[in-house]
Every structure is written in structure tokens, then in C-alpha cells.
């Protein structure tokens, strides 16, 4: 969904680092890391499944995508 929107330049990433969400894991990334979305941004969350439903703290953010953690 964001491949065309964020990315681009002067786009912001709707998460920043230290907020916290509880998100679903939608799926898992090639590394085995969950996957979950806020506003369609993907969140790469580890030690997670597929199905949790957890609270998270925004480590790192790309241009793309970014890293939490479970809290």
C-alpha cells in the first residue's frame, strides 16, 4: 500500500520511535520476524506469531518500514 506514497521523498512514516501500539501479527518476514501494519506501515516485531496480538514499542524507523519490540 505504501510502496508509491512512502518512500518518497518528504514522506513521513506514520510511527516514530518510542510509541507504542498493540498490533495483530499479520504474517511472518523472511528472517522469521512478525509482520504487522499501523496505517498500512509495516513493523517487523521478533519473537512474535502469526495471530498474536501484542503491545509494542517502535525501536527504529526506515523510510519503509520499521522495527519494534514487544513490551
Avoid: C, H
Avoid at 31 to 52: E, H
Amino acid at each position: 500500500m505504501y510502496g508509491d506514497r512512502f518512500g518518497g521523498y518528504g514522506q513521513e512514516a506514520p510511527v516514530k520511535v518510542g510509541e507504542r501500539y498493540r498490533v495483530k501479527i499479520e504474517s511472518l518476514g523472511k528472517g522469521g520476524d512478525g509482520i504487522a501494519k499501523v496505517k498500512g506501515f509495516v513493523i517487523f516485531v521478533p519473537n512474535t506469531q502469526v495471530g498474536d496480538e501484542v503491545e509494542i514499542v517502535i525501536n527504529s524507523v526506515k523510510r519503509k518500514f520499521a522495527f519494534g519490540e514487544v513490551i
